[in-house]
């Protein structure tokens, strides 16, 4: 069995997520991916914005930055053009991704910057109280929607794609390896990498919205989500309630850092 524990800063444990929290599967998943690609641990940043899914920075042994609500794409945009040899992976949440965070987001995507962001979608606001976020389904109910949300979620995938990005993808916390996989390719991108992982929030969302404790929360994801080939093939009338995973885009587009660096050198300078 392999040990993990060089990635992990045991000085700051235990963490402080709730009992049966998604956060810390997402969060192994990509120290998985991490190990997989061998990636050098000292040219590897990982930035985070605000949020349940951000404490995860403050957890992982890396230079990190946990930065402010919704900034983290930004942050790590400014870490990849000052040195662009550097790994650089952004963990964010729902409410900071495409809420206060939605126009770094988009941005970030249509300047292909090189960087691996990793959504984790609890479909709401966990640490400030249960909050309806972009991501809260229609109809679930929230702090800020008692009688179930009418405010119609954003497809995040969707929208990175929409927006540039040139590797888009979607996984869950109960699908660990494939979730792993889909951050590992991401990590293989030269440019604006984006994962959708599917965490359950037991606390905030799933008790609000009478959804079970975190096994029934897991299942529910084992039972909905579905292999994009295998969703790709099934009826309209067969997708309600389902939703797929897998890679949704792969592309290739100039990446923002080589661009930039090409503006540096007609300029005459150094970067
Ligand atoms: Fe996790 Fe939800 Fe608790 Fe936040 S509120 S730590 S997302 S279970």
């Keep these: ?17 709730c009992p049966g929290c998604g956060n810390g ?23 985070s914005g605000i949020g349940c899914s951000s404490r995860a920075s403050g957890y992982m042994n890396f230079d990190t930055l946990h930065t402010a609500h919704g900034r983290a794409i930004p ?33 970030g995507a249509r300047r292909n910057v090189d960087l691996t962001v990793v959504l984790f979608n609890n479909n709401i606001y966990g640490m400030t109280g249960g909050q309806a976020s ?8 929230a702090t800020t929607a008692p009688y179930g949300s009418v405010d119609r979620p954003f497809d995040p995938c969707h929208l990175a794609e929409a927006a ?28 604006f990498s984006f994962i959708e992982a599917i965490t359950q929030c037991p606390i905030a969302y799933g008790r609000k919205n009478k959804m079970g404790d975190a096994p029934e929360m897991l299942k529910w994801m084992s039972e909905t989500a579905v292999m994009k080939a295998a969703y790709d093939k099934l009826p309209e009338e067969k997708r309600e309630g389902k939703f797929p995973i897998g890679v949704f885009y792969n592309s ?16 005459g300078g150094a970067r």
Aim: with cysteine; hydrophobic share 40%.
């Design 25 to 47: 599967i997402a969060m192994k998943a990509i120290v998985q991916a991490i190990e997989t690609k061998n990636l050098d641990q000292d040219k590897t940043v990982i930035v």
């Design 134 to 141: 972009p991501l809260t389904p229609l109809g679930k109910k």
């Design 75 to 107: 942050f790590a945009t400014g870490i990849k053009l000052a040195n662009p040899e550097l790994n650089v992976i952004v963990i964010t949440g729902d409410g900071d991704c495409t809420a206060i965070g939605g126009n770094h987001f988009i941005h």
């Design 164 to 191: 540039g990005a040139t590797y888009v993808a979607r996984s869950t916390a109960y699908h660990v390896k494939h979730l792993s996989d889909m951050i590992l390719q991401g990590m293989g991108n030269k440019g």
């Design 1 to 17: 069995m392999r040990s993990y524990d060089k990635y992990f800063r045991e000085n700051r444990l235990p963490h402080m997520w």
């Design 252 to 267: 290739e587009f100039t990446e923002y850092t080589t661009a930039y660096q090409k503006v540096i050198d007609l300029a």
